[in-house]
C-alpha cells in the first residue's frame, strides 16, 4: 500500500490515474498535480465516475524546483510519476532527490531549444540516486518501455544470443482528423523531424529524416509501410543486450500524415527556433501545438489498433531463432474503459506497472535505471493482467 504523485494532467496521465484508482491495494493514495488545474479537475471527476475512487489534485509547475519540492513534502508520495513532458524530467529527478522520493518517467529529457533525445543529462544523475539510496525508473510506456522490457524477456528466456533487434510501432487507428498528433504534438513533431540513426556493429548510422522506409506485417493489422526513426529506447539497449549486431527503430506513418509534415516543414511552422512576429518572438512549433487537437481529444470516435513489438533475431540452442513479442491494443476498447485512445493507453499502463513494481518492491536498484535492467518476469505478467496482453510469435 503507498501514495504516488502523478505529475502531467494531459492524455497519458489521464491513463495513469485511471489504471492506478483501479489498483487501490497498491495505490492506496494518489494526487494528481499539473500546470493547469482544470484539466487535473476534469480527470479526478472522470477517475470518481468511472472507479468510485477520490484522488486529490494540486497546481504545480514543474520547472520550479522549491515548488514542486513543497508539494511532494506535503503529499508524502512513495513515488512521484512523471508524465508531463521531456522537459521536466531534470527539475522533477532534482525535487525527487531533495525531497528523498524515487522517481520514474517515460520519456527522455530533452532541452527546450534543441530537439535532441540523449540518455547523458539523466545518467549524469546516477551517483546522486544511488548515494541517495533511491530509484529512477527511466522510459516506463510502451516504446521506450515494454519494448526494453520485451527485449530483457527475449534475453533472458528466448535466445542465447540476440544479433539483431528491430523495434516497430504501427498506428493503424483512425482518428478522422486531416492531421493530428496522438501523443504531446511538440514531442512528437520534433522526434519525426529529426534525422534517422541505427547501430550496426558497434557503430551508429546517420540517416536523412524519413529516408528508409519497409513493410512489415503487424500482428492484428498487417502489412504496413514503417519509417526507420532514431528513438531513445535504441541508445539503453545497445548497452544491455549480449551479442548484439543490430538494432533499429520504426514507425508506421499514413500518406496524409506524411504530406501535412512536409507542408508543415516546408513552410517553416516546424522550428523550435523563435521568430518575430509583430514584435513578438514566437515559436513556430508551440504555436503550431496551439492550433492542432489535444491528443486526448481524439479518444472518442476513434477505430482500429496499435500494434507495437520487437521482431528479434539470434541463436537458441545452436539453432538460428526470429521471433516477434508483440501487443495488439484497440483504440475502442481503451476508450470504453477509461476515456482515452489506444497511444495514451499503451503508455499510461506501463507507467502503472512499472510505478506498481517499484512500490511493491518487486523492482528495487538504486540510481538511474532502465527497463531492461530489471527482471522483467513480474512487470510482463502484470502488464497482460492490467490491460496489455502480449504474445510471441515464431517467424
Ligand atoms: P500532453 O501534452 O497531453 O500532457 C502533458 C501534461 O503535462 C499537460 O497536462 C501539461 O500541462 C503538463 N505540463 C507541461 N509542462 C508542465 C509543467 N512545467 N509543470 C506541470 N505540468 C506540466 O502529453 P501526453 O500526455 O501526450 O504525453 C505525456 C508524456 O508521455 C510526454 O513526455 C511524452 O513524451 C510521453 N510519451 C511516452 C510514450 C512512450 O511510449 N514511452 C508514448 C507517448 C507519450 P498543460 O495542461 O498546462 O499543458
Same mark, same amino acid.
Given at each position: ?7 502531467? /494532467? =494531459? ?13 487501490? *491495494? +497498491? ?11 482544470? !484539466? ?12 468510485? &475512487?477520490?484522488?486529490?489534485? /494540486? ?9 514542486? +519540492?513543497?508539494?511532494? &513534502? #506535503?503529499? $508524502? ?37 534543441? *530537439? $535532441?533525445?540523449?540518455? $547523458?543529462?539523466?545518467? *549524469? ?8 539510496? @533511491? ?9 521506450? =518501455? ?21 523495434? +516497430? ?25 529529426? !534525422? ?28 504496413? #509501410? ?10 539503453? @539497449?545497445?548497452?544491455?543486450?549480449? =551479442?548484439?549486431?543490430?538494432? &533499429? ?21 516546424? !522550428? ?36 507495437? %513489438? ?5 541463436? #537458441?540452442?545452436?539453432?538460428? &531463432? ?9 483504440? /475502442? ?6 476515456? /482515452? ?40 505478467? #502484470?502488464? %497482460? ?6 504474445? +510471441?510469435?515464431?517467424?
Amino acid at each position: 500500500m503507498g501514495r504516488v504523485l502523478i505529475i502531467g /494532467a =494531459g492524455g497519458v496521465g489521464g491513463v495513469v490515474v485511471h489504471k492506478c484508482a483501479q489498483v487501490p *491495494a +497498491v495505490f492506496e493514495h494518489i494526487t494528481l498535480a499539473s500546470r493547469t488545474l482544470a !484539466r487535473c479537475e476534469h480527470i479526478r471527476d472522470d477517475v470518481l465516475a468511472l472507479t468510485g &475512487r477520490t484522488i486529490d489534485i /494540486a497546481q504545480v509547475d514543474a520547472d520550479n524546483v522549491p515548488e514542486t +519540492v513543497a508539494l511532494i &513534502r #506535503k503529499v $508524502k508520495p512513495d513515488l512521484v510519476l512523471n508524465v508531463a513532458l521531456p522537459y521536466q524530467d531534470l527539475t522533477l529527478m532534482d525535487a525527487c532527490l531533495e525531497a528523498g522520493v524515487n522517481y520514474l518517467d517515460t520519456a527522455n529529457y530533452e532541452p527546450k531549444d534543441v *530537439a $535532441k533525445f540523449e540518455y $547523458k543529462w539523466q545518467w *549524469a544523475y546516477r551517483e546522486k540516486f544511488e548515494k541517495a539510496g @533511491l530509484m529512477a525508473l527511466l522510459g516506463s510506456g510502451f516504446d521506450p =518501455g515494454v519494448t526494453n522490457v520485451f527485449c530483457a524477456y527475449a534475453q533472458k528466456h528466448l535466445f542465447d544470443e540476440i544479433h539483431t533487434v528491430d523495434i +516497430v510501432d504501427c498506428n493503424a487507428g483512425s482518428h478522422g482528423k486531416a492531421f493530428a498528433t496522438n501523443f504531446n504534438p511538440e514531442i512528437n513533431l520534433r522526434e519525426v523531424t529529426a !534525422r534517422g540513426k541505427y547501430w550496426e556493429n558497434g557503430q551508429w548510422i546517420d540517416t536523412e529524416p524519413m529516408a528508409i522506409s519497409e513493410t512489415f506485417d503487424f500482428p492484428g493489422v498487417g502489412p504496413r #509501410k514503417a519509417y526507420l526513426l532514431y528513438h531513445e529506447e535504441l541508445e539503453s @539497449l545497445v548497452l544491455h543486450l549480449k =551479442g548484439l549486431k543490430k538494432i &533499429r527503430f520504426w514507425m508506421t506513418f499514413g500518406d496524409e500524415y506524411l504530406t501535412h509534415m512536409r507542408v508543415l516543414q516546408n513552410v517553416g511552422m516546424t !522550428r523550435i527556433d523563435p521568430v518575430m512576429y509583430k514584435g513578438q518572438p514566437v515559436v513556430p512549433m508551440e504555436f503550431l501545438k496551439c492550433l492542432l487537437p489535444d491528443p486526448s481529444s481524439l479518444a472518442a470516435g476513434y477505430t482500429g489498433k496499435t500494434s507495437i %513489438g520487437c521482431i528479434v533475431e539470434g541463436i #537458441k540452442d545452436g539453432k538460428p &531463432r526470429k521471433i516477434f513479442i508483440y501487443n495488439i491494443c484497440d483504440h /475502442a476498447e481503451c476508450f470504453k474503459e477509461v476515456h /482515452a485512445q489506444a497511444v495514451s493507453y499503451t503508455t499510461g499502463v506501463p507507467a502503472m506497472v512499472g510505478a506498481m513494481m517499484m512500490m511493491t518492491g518487486s523492482w528495487n536498484q538504486k540510481g538511474v535505471v532502465h527497463m531492461e535492467q530489471l527482471n522483467p518476469d513480474p512487470f510482463l505478467e #502484470k502488464l %497482460g493482467q492490467h490491460g496489455l496482453p502480449w504474445q +510471441v510469435k515464431e517467424l
